[in-house]
Structures are given as C-alpha cells and as structure tokens.
C-alpha cells in the first residue's frame, strides 16, 4: 500500500469505525469484545484491497455481514451477556425509562440465534430491503421473509416486559425512536 492509500484508509477507519462499530456490537449480540474482533478482521480485510475499493463502508460494511455469517454456521456456544443493573433512581423519568428498554432490548437481542440477530439488524438497524438482506446472507428473499418473523415472535417472547417500558402511562404509545423492532404486546 503506497503512503497516499496508507492515509486514505487511516483517514477512513478515523472517521467511520465507530458507526462501523455500532453495527458490530448489534450483529454480535452486544459483546463489545466480539464486535471489536469482527471490526478488526473486516478492517485487516479491507486493508489488504484498499487501493481496488470503490465504497469502502459498503465493503467493510459487507465483510462484517459475511463474517457474522460465518459466525454463526460454525456453530459456537453462545456466551452469557452481563450487563450492569440501570440506576434505581434518574432524575428524568424519560431517559430511565429509555435506558431500561436499551438494556432489555440489548438483552433480548442477545438471546436470539446469530442468524435470527443478524437478519433483524440488517432488516431494522441497517434499513436494508429483503431482496439485499437475502443477496448479503446468501439466501433466498423467502427465508429471510420467515426468519424475520420468528425472529419477531421469539423476541416478543423473550422479552415481555418491552410492551410494558414501551408505554407511558399504559393508554398511549411512546416513541420508540431508540428500538429497531416494533413490539406488540
């Protein structure tokens, strides 16, 4: 890599890896860790072909999809997920209520399959159509039709207490700005 590709690419991971970083930390169930080591290995990979790279997030973007896929063919034992309990007391009710439904949804999320995970992150955080989230996972728009909907119905399952946070006084709905899913009770 020549000096000129050495700093566009040095340039790149300063200013995207932590948007990057975000879709690792959801494609990996909320562990840090993990997310960090997919990160790193899609970066290395891009690394390697910077100066071929047209869009360099959409590549990495698509590495990191292809090695969640990996992932999560291969199989490995799920790690538990610790969080740290919320605060029992905020002096804004609002972004309590908001911080509890993040570490439910974290939690929940955590519990799915990889695949059941990945097909939600890239249908609601990634905004992506079934046509792409098929063509990116290697299957066909139907799978990723059904998956999408298991996934839905085991994440309600897992977690009930998400129709509970996401209503302010039990008659309306709150905004759910901050979750990717929509929950029904």
Same mark, same amino acid.
């Given at each position: 890599? *020549? =000096?000129? =590709?050495?700093?566009?690419?040095?340039?790149?991971?300063?200013?995207?890896?932590?948007?990057?970083?975000?879709?690792?930390?959801?494609?990996? @169930?909320? *562990?840090?860790?993990?997310?960090?080591?997919?990160? #790193?290995?899609?970066?290395?990979?891009?690394? @390697?072909?910077w100066?071929?790279?047209?869009?360099?997030?959409?590549?990495?973007? #698509?590495? !990191?999809?292809?090695? #969640?896929?990996?992932?999560?063919?291969?199989?490995?034992?799920?790690?538990?997920?610790?969080?740290?309990?919320?605060?029992?007391?905020s002096?804004?009710? *609002?972004?309590?209520?908001?911080?509890?439904?993040?570490?439910?949804?974290?939690?929940?999320? $955590?519990?799915?399959?990889?695949? #059941?995970?990945?097909?939600?992150? !890239?249908?609601?955080?990634?905004d992506?159509?079934e046509?792409?989230v098929? &063509?990116?996972?290697?299957?066909?728009?139907?799978?990723? &039709?059904?998956?999408?909907?298991?996934?839905? $119905? &085991?994440?309600r $399952?897992?977690a009930?207490? !998400?129709?509970?946070? @996401?209503? @302010? *006084?039990?008659?309306?709905? &709150?905004?759910?700005?901050?979750?990717?899913?929509?929950?029904?009770?």
């Amino acid at each position: 890599m *020549d =000096a000129e =590709a050495q700093e566009s690419f040095r340039e790149f991971v300063a200013n995207r890896s932590s948007a990057l970083l975000k879709t690792a930390v959801l494609l990996s @169930g909320g *562990d840090r860790h993990a997310a960090e080591d997919l990160l #790193q290995n899609a970066l290395i990979k891009a690394a @390697g072909r910077w100066h071929r790279i047209d869009e360099p997030e959409a590549y990495v973007r #698509q590495i !990191l999809y292809r090695q #969640q896929v990996s992932r999560w063919r291969l199989k490995w034992p799920r790690r538990e997920l610790s969080v740290a309990e919320p605060p029992e007391a905020s002096p804004d009710a *609002d972004a309590l209520s908001a911080a509890e439904l993040r570490v439910v949804m974290r939690g929940a999320l $955590a519990r799915l399959t990889a695949r #059941q995970r990945t097909v939600l992150v !890239l249908r609601y955080f990634e905004d992506l159509p079934e046509a792409d989230v098929a &063509r990116l996972l290697g299957c066909s728009v139907g799978t990723v &039709r059904s998956t999408t909907h298991r996934s839905l $119905a &085991r994440l309600r $399952a897992l977690a009930p207490e !998400l129709a509970a946070l @996401g209503r @302010g *006084d039990g008659a309306q709905p &709150r905004s759910r700005d901050f979750s990717p899913v929509e929950v029904r009770p």
